[in-house]
């Protein structure tokens, strides 16, 4: 059964005051161009990936050793942004919000 692996926006941490950075796959993406801040939500211009879940047969092969191929790939994201006098950047775990991304702001 295929799973969609779209992310398409994702919400920012409680507290997350601007400049908001996002960096996908270690790229710096720029406000306006790539994505935008609308409320507490993140919303790409293009769509992100999600690393797929294994699968049941993939995660027997690797307990035991053996090697998991295919399409397993996905995109990275990090989130920076600033938060009372402290700067953070945090990574952001794609799945969480794969196939529907955070309801509408």
Same mark, same amino acid.
């Given at each position: 059964?295929? +799973? !969609?692996? +779209? $992310? ?6 409680? /507290?997350? #005051?601007?400049? %908001? ?9 720029? #406000? /306006?161009? !790539?994505?935008?801040? #609308? /409320? ?10 999600? *690393? ?7 995660? %027997?092969?690797?307990?035991?050793? %053996? ?15 600033? *938060?009372? $006098?402290? $700067?953070?950047? %945090? ?8 196939? /529907? ?5």
């Amino acid at each position: 059964m295929a +799973t !969609d692996t +779209t $992310v398409r926006a994702v919400p920012l941490p409680a /507290g997350a #005051e601007p400049p %908001i950075r996002v960096f996908v796959n270690g790229e710096e993406w720029t #406000e /306006g161009t !790539d994505f935008a801040v #609308e /409320g507490g939500v993140v919303r790409f211009n293009r769509t992100l990936r999600a *690393q797929p879940p294994l699968g049941m047969g993939r995660k %027997i092969m690797l307990a035991i050793g %053996i090697g998991v191929y295919g399409d397993l790939k996905g995109d990275t994201l990090d989130l920076g942004y600033r *938060q009372g $006098v402290a $700067v953070r950047t %945090i990574p952001v775990d794609l799945r969480r919000y794969a196939a /529907g991304s955070p309801p509408a702001a």
